[in-house]
Every structure is written in structure tokens, then in C-alpha cells.
């Protein structure tokens, strides 16, 4: 009962904080811009006709055009709420460890019959909840639109909820490891952005080693790379399956050849992009939990001891 408390406290102060309603109102943008687009089978109608275009990408009434639907609400789903809605999320949710730890605050819940290993794992996953609400208020709202406005259902879609709370949780990890550490909220923005750019790094490189083959003849980059992609938690990936889940197109089909000198590089873009939608949810979404959770029980381990 004290840990569900604990939990609902620290969801709490995440409603008690502007960049949660900063969020709600993105997604109700992000909504409302996405509701004033229509697909027609041979045109698409903006601001509900005011500009219109010739084209039959985003027929409604075909596979590939309901495919083609799909890939530009994951995109949104991808920019809007995996980049800047997780970025907003982290900067939300950075000094809830810190201003926790403060002498005073921390004296209450420590003073209650529950072990600090509880009262560590009860306010991350406070921190979780806060990030599922907007993920699902988003995944609900761009459903719906989807279904309503463009005739397009897609029930795999809503997967997205769940795939952005994972996303999210691979960096709030090193967030709380530097807050548990360092006290500092800064240090926990700075640290968990940068780890972020890290793993992208890592899977950005691999992908690199794959459109230049020549790459790989430096096998200690090679290895080194390969090795750290699986190390490390597959932030890129989560894009990957939520495509595939959703019944979205492969992005570079919307690329016209002409964009390409060289059309091999193409088609190896086009390998890669399909390599990449086909990997194996279970390794690497295990995977990446497997590293987060060494980082939690590492954070924790060091918050149990801590004299306060």
C-alpha cells in the first residue's frame, strides 16, 4: 500500500509540473494539424480543401496507400513525442530524484516501515506513469484521427504506447543513476541526453558499416561497433517496430530514384531499412532491458547506501 502510495505522489508532482500540460498540448496540436489533412485516393486536401495535390501515394483505398498513411503518423509519432516528447519528459522528470534526496524530504520516507529498495523503485516507477499517460493520450488521439478523418484503421498501431514507455526508460535509467550520484539535476539532464546520443551513435555507425561495406575492412571498427550495438540500448529500434506493428510503408519507397546518383546505394538503403523492421522484438527490446536494468540496480544499489 506505502509503495503504490509512493507511486501515486510522484505522479503527482509530474501533474504539478508546466512541461506536462506542455506535452497534452502538443499532442492536442499534433491532433488537431493531422485532423485538418484529408487522403483522397488521388489527392491530398489540406486545411479541408483550402490547398490540394495531385497524388496517389496516400490512397486510402490501397494497401500501399494506407501503408504510406501509416509511415507519416509513426513519423509524427517519432518526431513529436520520441524526440521531443521524451526530451520534454526527461527534462520533467530529471529533478524528481534530487529534490527527493534533499535532507528534510527524504527524512519522512525514510523514517516509514519500507526498505529504501522500495522507496527507490517506487518513485521510478512514478516516473514511468507520467510518461505512459502522454504516450497514451497521444497513441489515442492520432488513432482516432487516423480512423475517423483518413478512413485508415490500424490497431497495431496503439502499440506505440507502450514502445514510447520503453524508449523513455532506457534513458530515465542514466537520469536517475546521475541523480543518485551527483545530486544534481543538471547532471542528470546532460548525462541522459548525451547517452542518448551515444546509443544512437552506436546503431548510426552500424548502419553506416552497411551502406559502405569497404567500412568493414577495418575489422577492429567493425567488431567494436558491432559489439556495442548490442551492448547498448537500441533507442533507433523502437522507431523500426513500430512501423512494422503499425503496417507502415518502408520509408524509401517514398524516395524517388532520381534522389539517388548511385543505385546501389539505394538499394542497399532499402536492404538495410527492411533488415532493420524485421529484427527480433524479443533480442531487442531484451536486450536493451538488460542494460537498463544493470544501471537501475546500480543506482539503487548506491541509494541504499547512502547516508542521509
Not at 156 to 185: E, K
Request: hydrophobic letters at 55%; glycine letters at 6%; aromatic letters at 14%.
Amino acid at each position: 500500500m506505502q509503495f503504490w502510495a509512493l507511486i501515486v505522489d510522484s505522479f503527482r508532482e509530474s501533474l504539478d509540473r508546466k512541461i506536462f500540460w506542455v506535452l497534452v498540448c502538443i499532442s492536442l496540436l499534433v491532433a488537431a494539424t493531422m485532423f485538418c489533412v484529408g487522403f483522397e485516393p488521388t489527392r491530398v486536401n489540406i486545411m479541408f480543401g483550402l490547398w490540394e495535390f495531385d497524388t496517389e501515394l496516400f490512397n486510402p483505398t490501397s494497401e500501399t496507400g494506407r501503408e504510406n498513411i501509416a509511415s507519416i503518423a509513426v513519423t509524427c509519432m517519432d518526431i513529436v513525442v520520441g524526440w521531443i516528447g521524451v526530451m520534454l519528459a526527461i527534462i520533467a522528470t530529471a529533478s524528481f530524484f534530487p529534490a527527493f534526496m534533499q535532507r528534510g524530504a527524504i527524512d519522512v520516507l525514510l523514517s516509514k516501515p519500507m526498505t529504501r529498495a522500495k522507496v527507490f523503485l517506487g518513485k521510478y516507477v512514478g516516473s514511468m506513469v507520467f510518461v505512459l499517460l502522454q504516450a497514451t493520450l497521444f497513441g489515442v488521439l492520432t488513432f482516432v484521427v487516423m480512423g475517423v478523418r483518413w478512413g485508415t484503421w490500424l490497431p497495431g498501431y496503439l502499440l506505440i504506447i507502450p514502445l514510447l514507455v520503453i524508449l523513455f526508460s532506457y534513458l530515465y535509467c542514466v537520469s536517475v543513476w546521475a541523480a543518485v550520484v551527483m545530486r544534481s539535476t543538471i547532471a542528470a539532464i546532460f548525462l541522459s541526453i548525451g547517452a542518448w546520443v551515444v546509443f544512437a551513435g552506436v546503431q548510426s555507425m552500424d548502419d553506416a558499416l552497411e551502406l559502405y561495406p569497404q567500412w568493414q575492412e577495418e575489422r577492429t571498427l567493425f567488431y567494436s561497433v558491432r559489439t556495442l550495438r548490442w551492448v547498448v540500448p537500441k533507442t533507433q529500434d523502437i522507431t523500426y517496430l513500430a512501423e512494422r506493428w503499425s503496417g507502415a510503408g518502408s520509408g524509401t519507397n517514398l524516395v524517388p530514384d532520381t534522389n539517388y546518383q548511385d543505385t546501389r546505394m539505394l538499394d542497399r538503403a532499402r536492404a538495410l531499412e527492411q533488415k532493420r523492421r524485421n529484427v527480433n522484438a524479443v533480442h531487442t527490446i531484451g536486450s536493451s532491458l538488460a542494460f537498463e536494468g544493470i544501471i537501475v540496480l546500480w543506482a539503487m544499489w548506491i541509494f541504499a547506501r547512502k547516508d542521509y
